[in-house]
């Protein structure tokens, strides 16, 4: 073989190979989809530095799309759309709600939920040890909590028979919250009061209603309105001298009484090892949705002084943090 056809087969097998290259270096890079209902820094962080753990650094070997709610929910399936034009490798959802959203636009881009609230009960997964389908993740275990928080209001409130739950009214996920408190309040002999609402405009007339039909404690069910307006709720809830418990340190930090449930970061986290299996080739119909194992319980003393209620030693003996 001469000298000139070897050249013309070498280039030949060159420029063949020139597609592939590119083809490898255009998925170099893996892209994820953050939709999440409101900005978090520290959400935002903490799902950061769980990739960061697995050898994932932003802008160097992985990129991430953000797109937020901020409280306009009927943007949520533009937002789920928008991603998956994108054509992203995974889109990470912070509840069941944009769960559902981002499901109802692609059945083939795997879905990893950090915080869901009941993925069974919404249709979402088939069963938590074998999703079924492209959505998996983690759950709050909001619904299974209800009744150690209504536990925990008996014992710090002396005599308490009635609670005010507040819940947006716009999101079906927590009206199946509210069923189970229901069960759970009566096998403790607590009348619950459903304060439903659907925009911020309405957390006064809420407490209103509580106050005036006697409701001594507050049971606050967290999804994006009632996170977003956090600040006011637990304000509200002082005003009116009742109890609140709330799903989310972030409440306590705020002003809340106490907060009972698992590490909100910790679960943003975790998500990141779904994102790395799926990226190393795992179904998310075969990862099995996790539950978490640590939960956090806080107490704001500050908030106690204020509303006139004293917390027993043996509850603050328990408490993961207290503010005082």
Avoid at 169 to 184: C, T, V
Avoid at 214 to 240: M, N, P, Q
Avoid at 277 to 306: D, S, W, Y
Wanted: glycine share 6%.
């Amino acid at each position: 073989m001469n000298r000139k056809v070897i050249i013309c087969l070498l280039t030949a097998a060159l420029l063949s190979a020139v597609p592939f290259v590119e083809a490898q270096q255009a998925k170099k890079v893996p892209r994820i989809g953050l939709l999440l209902q409101a900005r978090h820094s520290a959400i935002l962080e903490a799902f950061r530095q769980g990739l960061r753990e697995l050898g994932y650094v932003e802008g160097r070997n992985i990129s991430i799309e953000y797109r937020y709610v901020e409280g306009k929910v009927d943007r949520l399936p533009d937002l789920a759309a928008e991603l998956v034009r994108l054509n992203v490798d995974i889109i990470v959802t912070q509840s069941a709600l944009d769960a559902y959203a981002a499901r109802n636009a692609t059945s083939t881009i795997p879905i990893v939920m950090a915080a869901s609230g009941d993925a069974l009960g919404t249709g979402l997964v088939a069963s938590l040890a074998r999703p079924g389908g492209n959505v998996t993740g983690l759950t709050a275990l909001s619904r299974e909590l209800s009744g150690k928080r209504l536990e925990l209001l008996k014992e710090v409130v002396r005599g308490l028979s009635r609670v005010a739950v507040l819940w947006n009214a716009d999101n079906p996920d927590k009206a199946r919250d509210l069923e189970e408190i229901q069960h759970e309040a009566r096998t403790l002999g607590l009348q619950l009061q459903s304060l439903e609402v659907r925009a911020a405009t309405d957390f006064d007339r809420a407490f209103r209603t509580a106050t005036s039909k006697g409701a001594s404690a507050l049971l606050t069910l967290a999804d994006f309105l009632t996170i977003t307006h956090e600040s006011r709720i637990v304000d509200l809830a002082a005003r009116s001298r009742m109890a609140s418990m709330h799903e989310q340190k972030e409440f306590v930090e705020a002003g809340g009484l106490m907060s009972y449930g698992p590490s909100f970061l910790g679960l943003f986290r975790a998500v990141a090892t779904y994102v790395d299996k799926i990226l190393k080739g795992a179904k998310p119909a075969t990862l099995p949705v996790q539950q978490p194992m640590q939960f956090e319980f806080f107490i704001n003393l500050k908030t106690a002084n204020r509303i006139g209620v004293t917390i027993p030693p043996e509850v603050l003996m328990r408490a993961d943090k207290v503010i005082r």
